[in-house]
């Protein structure tokens, strides 16, 4: 088994007037959860071997944050995320077949959507991922990352 990790961002500070939303900076309470959801990673084995990461100032502290608690990982920053649909997210993923744990970091709906369709098939049956949450998917070694062939490893939230 192969595993996908996917992180949302923790909680961001509101855009300041003329602010781009991909210049949001964490809140304190959002890199305090950054934190907590690094030292789960790695409390439950779960440290990734690459870190894929939406452009957005908020992913990048969140994944800073996380890899301060697990340590370095091969990382990389990749537009694509930045609203995401999962259709795309599963392009992405199923690109990086190669790697045994990959930790995705981005944002909503589109992480909630891809944990449904991957774990049930359908992505309307989602529950919602919280700021800071995780879902850890297996996936079979060789299988192609589609529709309701992960199971739920793990779910967490701050």
């Keep these: 088994m192969r595993q996908l990790i996917l992180l949302r961002h923790a909680h961001a500070e509101p855009a300041a007037t003329g ?9 304190p309470e959002g890199l305090a959860e950054a934190e907590s959801a690094g030292r789960w990673l790695k409390e439950h084995g779960f440290v990734p071997d690459r870190a894929l990461c939406s452009p957005s100032r908020r992913t990048r502290e969140t ?25 795309t997210l599963i392009e992405l993923a199923d690109g990086h077949k190669d790697v045994e744990r990959l930790l995705l970091v981005g944002h909503n709906p589109g992480f909630e959507q891809l944990a449904a369709l ?11 991922m919280p700021p800071g949450g995780i879902a850890v998917l297996s996936v079979p070694k060789d299988a192609a990352i ?3 062939v992960a199971r739920l490893a793990a779910f967490w939230w701050p």
């Design 19 to 27: 602010q781009a939303d991909l210049d949001r900076p964490l809140s």
């Design 63 to 87: 994944l800073e944050a996380v890899l301060s608690a697990v340590g370095y990982v091969d990382q990389r920053l990749e537009p694509s995320i930045y609203d995401a649909t999962p259709g």
């Design 118 to 128: 991957m774990h049930s098939g359908q992505s309307g049956d989602y529950r919602g």
């Design 146 to 148: 589609e529709p309701g």
